[in-house]
């Protein structure tokens, strides 16, 4: 699974001893003129945290592995129009929600600094919707939302984990060291209210994304999480364990 437009891509993990080998195929829509898929698509609206309303998305088979895309800051889940719309609706349930603040989620004054209420929302989808050990995909902000629900519920009940991207530590000196000059300039941008000014900086955000956080994906080492973690990084592919 990819977030740069027009790749989609699917991972296999499979066990070789006591390691995992990770295989990539490229996934791509249906050809066209081909015989439609028979998905449904449904959409919940799921009491996550402190009671507020996530909006959640899914389609594809219902008795596949399921896997949950979890979107970037400004995004909502049309970020994963691609996937949820690819070949992997053959083979596995997908997933996609708002964040909270986002999308057609509720969007709270306040509580977004509490990690506690991010796990609640994860973990409501994960009751609600009754998925079955779910891979949880996150791209960006994403997998910070996934590293919140292992440190308040564990990582009993998931599959893996996929970090896209991915940010995984805030407010810190080391967090802010993967971040350049140019990426923090673009910040009033992103948060502007005017659509025009935050479209152009989130546009713009992609130029330094790879260098400013693609290239340094550092796990939070006060997570103990004994799923496989699937960390794609430019050419880079890490497994953990």
Not at 9 to 14: D, E, T, Y
Not at 59 to 64: F, I, K
Not at 70 to 95: D, F, K, P, T
Not at 123 to 133: E, R, V, W
Request: proline letters at 7%; aromatic letters at 6%.
């Amino acid at each position: 699974m990819c977030a740069r437009p027009g790749c989609v891509l699917g991972a296999s993990i499979v066990p070789v001893g006591k390691l995992r080998r990770v295989t990539w195929d490229r996934v791509k829509p249906a050809p066209s003129g081909s015989p439609a898929r028979r998905t449904t698509t449904k959409t919940h609206s799921i009491a996550g945290g402190g009671g507020i309303r996530v909006h959640v998305v899914e389609t594809g088979n219902p008795q596949g592995r399921p896997i949950v895309f979890i979107h970037g800051a400004s995004q909502c889940w049309l970020q994963w129009s691609r996937q949820m719309n690819s070949r992997l609706a053959e083979e596995h349930r997908l997933v996609a929600f708002d964040m909270r603040g986002h999308g057609v989620s509720d969007k709270p004054r306040d509580g977004y600094n509490d990690s506690k209420l991010w796990a609640d929302d994860v973990h409501a989808i994960i009751q609600t919707l009754d998925l079955d050990h779910p891979v949880l995909s996150g791209w960006s902000y994403g997998p910070l939302v996934f590293l919140d629900y292992v440190r308040h519920y564990g990582d009993d009940r998931l599959g893996g984990l996929q970090f896209v991207g991915a940010v995984t530590k805030l407010g810190s000196d080391e967090a802010m060291s993967v971040l350049t000059p140019e990426f923090l300039s673009l910040i009033p941008e992103l948060f502007s209210t005017d659509t025009e000014t935050s479209v152009r900086g989130l546009a713009t955000t992609a130029v330094f994304r790879r260098d400013a956080l693609d290239q340094r994906v550092v796990p939070d080492a006060g997570l103990q999480c004994l799923r496989p973690a699937l960390c794609p990084s430019g050419t880079v592919l890490a497994v953990l364990p």
